[in-house]
Structures are given as C-alpha cells and as structure tokens.
C-alpha cells in the first residue's frame, strides 16, 4: 500500500517537473495518466467504497474527460495543447487525488461517515430502477446508489470543465470584439457558446434530477436499516430500560438520517466541485499572469493574480466572520426558542382535558405567549445582525465587479493581455474567490454535520448495547415440549444489578387458571415481562411451552393511530379478520357502542376510557385465541360487575386459553383455580408462594 502510494507520488512529480519544464504533450502524458489511473485504483481496493468512487471517477473524469476529450480534441482541431491543457496535467491532478483520499480514509470522522454511507453503498437488496429509454433494470440497491453517486460526480466535475471552457469563449469572444472580426465573434456565439450552454442546462438538470432520486433511495434504505435494528430483538425495549444516552430515537430515525444524507451529499461533492473549480481557475490565473509585475516596480511574481485573490477572498471572508460570528450562537438559540414553543404546544396538545378541566387556559396563553415573545427577541436581534453583515457583503459582491479590472487595467493598456484575457481573469477572479470562500465558510456547516453525525453514532452504539444486553443475557427463554410454562432458579433483577425476586420451581399447567397476588412493586409485572422474554436482567430458566401462543395484556394498552379495525386487530393486520368477527369481539368485549364505527380513524387512545381501552384490548385477545392469556391487571379499570363479566366472556370465549392474571381484586379469585401470592421477604427480595387453591370470592 505505502510503496503504492509512492509510485504514484513520484509520477506525480515527474509529471509535475515536466509540466513545469514545458514538455507536456499527449504522447507524454498519456503512459504517465495510465500508470497514475492503475495506482490509484490498486489504492481504491483498500479504502471505503463511499471514497472509492470519488477516487475511481475523479481520476477516470479527470485524466478522459479534462485532459483527452478537452485537450486533444481541441489540439486535433487547433494545433495548440497548451491553452487547453491545464498546466498541473491530468495525471498529476489523478495522483493527487489518490494520495489525499487515501490520506482521508485515516481521518476518523471520515471513516465513521464512510460506515454508514457504505452501509448502503454495500446493500445487497435487490432492487430496480427505471432508467430513460431502457426501462426498468433490476440491480442491487447498493449497485444502483453507487452508480448514481459514480454519474453525479461525473456531472459535477463536466460542470466545472464546461466552466472552464465557457471562461476560454469569453477570452474568444472579447479578443473577437477587440479585434472587430465580426466572423471570430458570430462564430464565438453561435458555434462555441450555444452548444455549450445547451449542454451546460441539459447537465444542470440531470444533476438535480438525480440528486433527489439518490437522497430519497439512499434514504428509504436506511430509513429501513435503522428502524429495523431499533425494534428488531426488542432493542427499543430495552435501550429505554438501561436508559442508553439515546434520547429521542424518533428524532434520529425522521430528522437526524435526512440531515446526514442531505449534509454528507452536498458537503462531499460540494466540496469536489469547489476543489476542481479552484484549480481549474487557479491554473487559468496563474497562466495568465505570467510576466506580471508588482504594481510600480519591475519585480516579476510568478501567478501575482493567484495570490492577489486569495488575499481579497481571505480577507473579505475574515471580515464577514467578524461581523457574522454573534450569528451562530443566535441562529443556535432561535433552533432552541422555537424547539421549546413547539414543545408547549405539544404538551398542549397531549393534555387538552386537563387543561380544560382546570380552566388552564389563560396560563397556557400567557405561557405560549411568553415563550413566542423569545423567539421574536432573538429573530429581531438575528434581524440587526444580518443587515450588518449584508451591508458589508453587498459592497464585497459589488467590488467583485471592479476589483479585476482594476487588477488588470494596467497590464492591459500596457499591452500584456488582450481584451479577451481581462475578461477571462474577470469570470476566473470571481470562481477563485467564491470557491475559497466557500472553504473558509464551510466549518460552521462542519459544525452542525458533527452534531448529527455523532447523535446517528451514539444511537447505534445504544442500539448495538441493548442488542448486547439481550444476547448476554443468562435469562434464557426456552421452548420446552412438556406442555407446561416452568420457572426454574429464575432469579430476576432491577437494571441496576440489584435482586427483585427469586422463583425456585413454579409450574403454569395448561388449563390452570392462575391468580397472581402481592404487593404492589414485588415484582409480578417485571415476571410477566421475564416470562415474554423481553426482560433481560437475571438469571435462570423460563421454559414456555413450546409451539404454543402466548399473549399479555398489560395495564394501560397500546392503542395505535389509525382506523379502529386496525386498533383491534393490532398487532395483526387489518384483514385478518372480517367486519363480523371484528365486530363480535368488540360486542362480546362489552364495547357494542362502537362496533360499527371500525372504519373510523382517529387517535383511539386519546378518545376511549382507560376501562373502555382495557375492553378493547380484551377484544383484541378474544380475536386472536392465543393458548396463553397473561392478564396484568388488565381489568383494573373496570368497575367490579364489568371486570367479572369479562372474566367469565374470555371462560366462555376461550375454553381452551390458559390465564395468569395478576390482580388485587379479591373478585378475582372466583375465576380462577389456583392463587400464587408473591411475598416480600425481609431483605426485600420477592418470591412466588403458591397457594394452590385460590379463595372462593365470597
Ligand atoms: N425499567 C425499570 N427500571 C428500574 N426499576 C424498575 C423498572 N421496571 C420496574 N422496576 C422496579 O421493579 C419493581 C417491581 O416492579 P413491578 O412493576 O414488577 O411491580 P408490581 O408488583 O407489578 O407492582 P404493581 O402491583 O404496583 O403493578 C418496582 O420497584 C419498580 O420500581
């Protein structure tokens, strides 16, 4: 890998001193391009694909695209290489290339961002795209992003070289007016400049066009990558259990994924294009200047305009940081200002009835108000700063005009450059000087970019603990044949480490119906969660029956979003029941009231009773028939005559069910055949009594 890397530095050098030595032609260049392409792509093998296809298409855009298809044909034609080769030659700039972005795969942020675009780069889903004239085409979806990243490079870069060549039409044209050959000039417009900018609108919307279809490609695959892994084994679960510093995983998934995207597309190939731009428009400087003097004195400095530039553009960029800096931190309190106005208006929104019963309204306005008149302060503040900064940048850009041909007035009366050469250093002045602005502005941009980039990496590194946790974890669920749901040593404990309750040997037989007692916080709900498998704290043997359905209801129910056939029929899809036995369960569940609303969508949770929601969880359960039905107190809700009557609906409904409640109703008792009453022993730790015969209810 080193000695390849100083191959290519040393025909890097050699082009380099044969450029300067004024010996580049085509049948020179062309061995040294090829040995350079043959490095560079030995070099790609071993760096992050993301990197790799800049590396691929700059070196093979760069050394086709600029030095042959421009410099040839333009030599073919003419006869003269030189104006149309740029000095540091194709093969150099291939070198380059090689070395820097091999240089940046070792840069660590680089490669944490490499990790997560090669995540898509190297997806092996298949997938298809339409292509113009061809039609559909089936490919990986890892294929398809890198060839479309491959094409937008490719465009970018014939943007920047249409540029160029646009800059030498300029030259052209205005030597052709200087000159007064009205054939040069009409040949200029019609024949140089017409195809190019028709060419130059055709690749602008191409680029545009694709960037959108990559971005949301790019991001529909990891949109599903990173919800994937989120739920996948109970992640979510448990990162919110060991309270993993991943605080609004949502905010990750929607926001945090679309910025990475946006920032990680526009930053790379902005950054390209702003690179090549500034070489390509250095070298058009530096050729120009040749033979320049320092204003008043006979002193030559070799590419005077280049540093002339570079100078304006440092300083005018220094000056909009002074005037512009107080921006950041406001522009970073507006985000915050407006985050928590937003916030109070969704805690409105989620409180609405007790705001109402209160009578909170008048304090909730003035709230809202105050916080409003926050974000006005720091918008007018914002305001006062961005005239201040606009003053100064609109006398900069006006000055742009002028300063070149102040610069280059004295060297054109004095007959060093044409009209046409005044011109093009005019165009090239002004690309040099955004360009470098464009490198000293971009940190603050860099700034935001690290915030994402480091709340996608902590997220997944929460991700990948809860995983951790799951997999490590010596509280095994295991199937077992015996028909029966055991506990064996099960010792289960709090996050912390710290001992909840031990089971020695407790047997569920099928049939059985179980009534679970104890103290509130013993621990009965955490040994329904250890017995659903998703507790991962502890030790020892849950042995569930093996092929057998298990279902749990809990306390408050999850009702989700939509119509309320999808509520009942959560977590199964829609259609696996029909109207009438959707429509029965809810009858049965004691919810006749709205078993005919099905189709209705709306936030259920919000607008059904907690008793009403416990009624349509028991639905739920009454739809799905599972062999075991968990009850954690998932009747509490209910008024005593209601619970019993649901009691005795699921006896009748699923004969053949076997339920563990948990309850501190002594109701309960009368619908059920065994009671285990969970005590609390001196040291506080719990374990399971079994009281074998539960308490008739009277
Ligand atoms: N995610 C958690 N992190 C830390 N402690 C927890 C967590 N979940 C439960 N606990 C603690 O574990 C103990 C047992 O809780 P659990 O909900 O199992 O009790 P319970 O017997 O079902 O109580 P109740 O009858 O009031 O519902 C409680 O002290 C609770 O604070």
Redesign the pocket.
């Known amino acids: 890998m080193i000695k390849a890397s100083l191959v290519l530095a040393l025909v890097g050098l050699g082009v380099l001193a044969a450029s300067l030595s004024g010996t580049v032609g085509v049948p020179f260049y062309l061995p040294l391009s090829t040995l350079a392409l043959a490095g560079t792509v030995y070099i790609g093998r071993h760096i992050p694909k993301f990197l790799r296809i800049f590396l691929v298409m700059l070196s093979v855009t760069h050394l086709l695209f600029v030095a042959l298809i421009l410099g040839v044909t333009a030599g073919l034609i003419t006869g003269d290489y030189t104006g149309y080769v740029p000095p540091p030659s194709a093969a150099l700039g291939a070198t380059v290339f090689g070395i820097l972005i091999y240089g940046l795969s070792y840069v660590r942020v680089v490669r944490t961002i490499c990790r997560i675009t090669d995540r898509y780069l190297e997806s092996q889903t298949d997938s298809v795209i339409r292509l113009p004239f061809i039609g559909l085409v089936r490919a990986r979806e890892g294929t398809i992003g890198t060839w479309i990243i491959g094409v937008l490079i490719a465009l970018n870069l014939s943007q920047v070289a249409l540029n160029v060549r646009l800059s030498f039409f300029s030259r052209d044209m205005f030597n052709a007016i200087q000159d007064k050959d009205a054939g040069a000039f009409w040949y200029q417009l019609f024949f140089i400049f017409t195809p190019l900018a028709a060419v130059f609108v055709a690749v602008a919307l191409i680029d545009v066009l694709l960037q959108y279809v990559l971005t949301i490609r790019w991001r529909a695959f990891l949109n599903t990558y990173y919800v994937g892994q989120w739920l996948g084994d109970g992640a979510h679960y448990r990162m919110q259990?060991t309270n993993q510093g991943a605080d609004n995983p949502d905010q990750r998934i929607s926001e945090d994924l679309r910025k990475f995207i946006d920032s990680t597309y526009s930053l790379s190939i902005g950054l390209m294009n702003q690179a090549a731009t500034l070489v390509s428009f250095i070298a058009i400087l530096w050729t120009i200047s040749a033979g320049f003097t320092l204003p008043g004195t006979d002193v030559e400095v070799p590419g005077l305009l280049v540093w002339i530039c570079a100078i304006y553009a440092i300083l005018g960029t220094w000056i909009t940081h002074l005037i512009g800096r107080p921006l950041i931190g406001l522009n970073f309190q507006q985000e915050r200002v407006e985050a928590n106005y937003r916030f109070s208006l969704a805690r409105l929104r989620e409180y609405p009835e007790q705001i109402a019963l209160l009578a909170g309204e008048p304090a909730e306005k003035e709230g809202l108000a105050r916080r409003f008149t926050q974000i006005v302060d720091n918008y007018m503040q914002i305001a006062l700063r961005l005239m201040k900064l606009n003053t100064f940048t609109a006398a900069y850009f006006q000055a742009n005009v002028v300063v070149p041909y102040i610069l280059t007035a004295p060297y054109y009366f004095a007959g060093k450059i044409t009209l046409g050469q005044m011109q093009q250093v005019n165009g090239a002045f002004s690309r040099v000087t955004s360009a470098l602005t464009y490198f000293i502005q971009i940190y603050t941009t860099l700034a935001d970019y690290k915030a994402v980039l480091d709340r996608l990496t902590t997220f997944e590194s929460a991700i990948a603990s809860a995983q951790r946790v799951g997999g490590e974890s010596k509280l095994a669920v295991t199937p077992a044949a015996s028909g029966e749901l055991r506990l064996k040593d099960l010792d289960v404990r709090?996050?912390d480490g710290s001992d909840?309750l031990h089971a020695k040997d407790l047997s569920f037989r099928p049939g059985e119906r179980t009534l679970m007692t104890?103290p509130?916080?013993?621990?009965?709900?955490?040994l329904f969660r250890a017995i659903a498998g998703i507790w991962p704290f502890g030790e020892g043997q849950v042995l569930v029956p093996e092929g057998q359905t298990m279902m749990l209801l809990p306390q408050r129910p999850y009702i989700p979003i939509g119509t309320l056939r999808e509520a009942v029929t959560y977590p199964a899809r829609s259609d696996s029941y029909n109207d009438a036995q959707i429509a029965e369960a809810l009858r049965a569940a004691r919810l006749p009231q709205i078993a005919d609303r099905l189709d209705e969508d709306r936030n259920w949770g919000q607008t059904l009773s907690l008793g009403e929601q416990q009624r349509l969880a028991v639905a739920r359960a009454l739809l799905a028939r599972p062999d075991w039905l968990f009850l954690d107190?998932a009747t509490a809700a209910l008024d005593e005559p209601t619970e019993q009557e649901i009691y005795r609906v699921i006896r009748e409904k699923l004969p053949s069910t076997t339920v563990v409640s948990?309850g501190h109703r002594s109701t309960l008792a009368a619908f059920h055949d065994r009671r285990i009453d969970?005590k609390k022993t001196e040291s506080g730790l719990s374990t399971p009594v079994d009281l074998r015969q539960a308490e008739p209810a009277e």
């Not at 509130?520 to 955490?526: A, E, L, N, P, V």
Request: net charge neutral; glycine share 20%.
């Open positions: 259990l709090l996050p909840l104890g509130s916080g013993s621990g009965k709900s955490t107190e948990i969970m």
